[in-house]
T-cell receptor, first 114, second 110 residues
Framework: GAGVSQSPSNKVTEKGKDVELRCDPI?????LYWYRQSLGQGLEFLIY????????KSGLPSDRFSAERTGGSVSTLTIQRTQQEDSAVYLC????????????FGSGTQLSVL | AQRVTQPEKLLSVFKGAPVELKCNYS??????LFWYVQYSRQRLQLLLR??SRESIKGFTADLNKGETSFHLKKPFAQEEDSAMYYC????????????FGQGTILTVHP
């Protein structure tokens, strides 16, 4: 494919609503990562997938955040009961393997919680 | 836990001038260090990594373990170098879980 694809590119939601963000990694990439880019916080790691399993979820900020990956490909990041502090750019990245491999980033989803 | 510090949020230079973007880190083991760049309306992309010891677009960075630094340098800045630059650290034998600095916005004036 052309690269890591994320949708939607922009999402505006009301406080308290649930949102789903989608990531379609480069074909054949087994490792997938979610990061969050927010003003004043820089880039923060959220979760790492190897295949369909998530051996590292340590960056998820609260239990309102969850993610899954199916078929070793597409991943969905779900935020329940959104809060204003969830507003950020959510970036997905993938790599061919997990060790010592270059990360390829998507263009991100800009989430705005009103 | 590891930490990456980029002390300058904004850096402005004129075209043709040397530029240095500072990065300091704290980590008890042997890290792998990276510079990522995000040009306007483009995706975040890898610029260079210390293990490759390469020069990309005229930029170089040397890992100084004594000073725990990985500063990015270019002797003659170009307008197209204007971008957001992130320094990032990965534990040496880990998967791609990166710890990023806060980023430095570089502006190169004509």
């Amino acid at each position: 494919g052309a690269g890591v694809s994320q949708s939607p590119s922009n999402k505006v939601t009301e406080k308290g609503k649930d949102v789903e963000l989608r990531c379609d990694p480069i074909s054949g990439h087994t490792a997938l990562y979610w990061y969050r880019q927010s003003l004043g916080q820089g880039l923060e790691f959220l979760i790492y997938f190897q295949g369909n399993s998530a051996p590292d979820k340590s960056g998820l900020p609260s239990d309102r955040f969850s993610a899954e990956r199916t078929g070793g490909s597409v991943s969905t990041l779900t935020i329940q009961r959104t809060q204003q502090e969830d507003s950020a750019v959510y970036l997905c990245a993938s790599s061919f393997r997990d060790f010592n491999e270059k990360l390829f980033f998507g263009s991100g989803t800009q989430l705005s919680v009103l | 836990a590891q930490r990456v510090t980029q002390p300058e949020k904004l850096l402005s230079v004129f075209k043709g001038a040397p530029v240095e973007l500072k990065c300091n880190y704290s980590y008890s083991g042997s890290p792998e260090l990276f510079w990522y760049v995000q040009y306007s309306r483009q995706r975040l992309q890898l610029l260079l990594r210390h293990i490759s010891r390469e020069s990309i677009k005229g930029f170089t960075a040397d890992l100084n373990k004594g000073e725990t630094s990985f500063h990015l340098k270019k002797p003659f800045a170009q307008e197209e170098d204007s971008a957001m630059y992130y320094c990032a650290l990965k534990p040496g034998t880990s998967y791609g879980k990166l710890t990023f600095g806060q980023g430095t916005i570089l502006t190169v004036h004509p």
